[in-house]
């Protein structure tokens, strides 16, 4: 069993930067590929970047991608995503999520863990 927590949301005026932070417990976490997701208001939940269980591969929407950063320390069972340039678009709850398939997750469905989210507004 995995638990996630998400947390480092908040409102920002845009063009600022927030991290997120999604801290992991259970003995096996490390082994796990993760992803980040967002989802607005009455839409569904959008793939935003993955990283892979060791952290040397990243990937990410082409709506973030050059603006957001996934990392991890897996010292700490922590998953990081940086976002740099935050747009009033970028509003939304981010999830963070565990998985095991390989190679690149993009969907929610690929996901067995799931945290319970952290809210990020973007003034502009």
């Known amino acids: 069993q995995l638990q996630l927590v998400e947390s480092g949301g908040g409102l920002v005026q845009a063009g600022g930067s927030l991290r997120l932070s999604c801290a992991a417990s259970?003995?096996?976490?490390?082994?796990?590929?993760m992803g980040w997701f967002r989802q607005a208001p009455e839409k569904e939940r959008e793939f935003v970047a993955w990283?892979?269980?060791?952290?040397?591969?990243?990937y990410y929407a082409d709506s973030v991608r050059g603006r957001f950063t996934a990392s991890r320390d897996n010292a700490k069972n922590t998953v990081y995503l940086q976002m740099n340039g935050l747009r009033p678009e970028d509003t939304a709850v981010y999830y963070c999520?565990?998985?095991?398939?390989?190679?690149?997750?993009?969907?929610?469905?690929?996901?067995?863990?799931w945290g319970q989210g952290t809210q990020v507004t973007v003034s502009s």
């Open positions: 990283i892979s269980w060791g952290g040397a591969t990243t």
């Open positions: 259970g003995r096996t976490a490390s082994t796990y590929n």
């Open positions: 999520g565990a998985t095991y398939k390989r190679p690149v997750a993009t969907s929610a469905l690929d996901y067995n863990y």
